[in-house]
């Protein structure tokens, strides 16, 4: 069983940054693909950005792109979300989570991962 937990959420003003961090237990980290996801209050949890295994390919949501970069620290069991540039739209709680069986493919499908952490709020004022 591997647990994650999420650290770095809080509030900041619109055109703030965040930088939000992942700490993985286990010794299979480097084995996993690494995702984020965030989620409103009565709305579906939503994809925002992945990276592989290696940290070579990352993928993001359309909304986030060129604003928020994903990046790992293998050596160190850690996976981050640098954001930048806020929005209010950005206010929701950010979950990590790992894929113990990644495929390279259909990383924003929240159902491919097997892990995920407690969650962080990341609130946006005007």
């Known amino acids: 069983q591997v647990q994650l937990v999420e650290s770095g959420g809080g509030l900041v003003q619109a055109g703030g940054s965040l930088r939000l961090s992942c700490a993985a237990s286990g010794r299979t980290f480097s084995s996993y693909a690494m995702g984020w996801f965030r989620q409103v209050p009565g709305k579906e949890r939503e994809f925002v950005a992945a990276?592989?295994?290696?940290?070579?390919?990352?993928y993001y949501a359309d909304s986030v792109k060129g604003r928020f970069t994903i990046s790992r620290d293998n050596a160190k069991n850690l996976v981050y979300l640098q954001m930048n540039s806020l929005k209010p739209e950005d206010t929701a709680v950010y979950y990590c989570?790992?894929?113990?069986?990644?495929?390279?493919?259909?990383?924003?499908?929240?159902?491919?991962?097997?892990?995920w952490g407690q969650g962080t709020q990341v609130t946006v004022s005007l």
């Open positions: 990276i592989t295994r290696s940290g070579g390919t990352t």
């Open positions: 989570a790992a894929d113990r069986f990644p495929t390279a493919t259909q990383l924003f499908r929240g159902t491919k991962y097997d892990y």
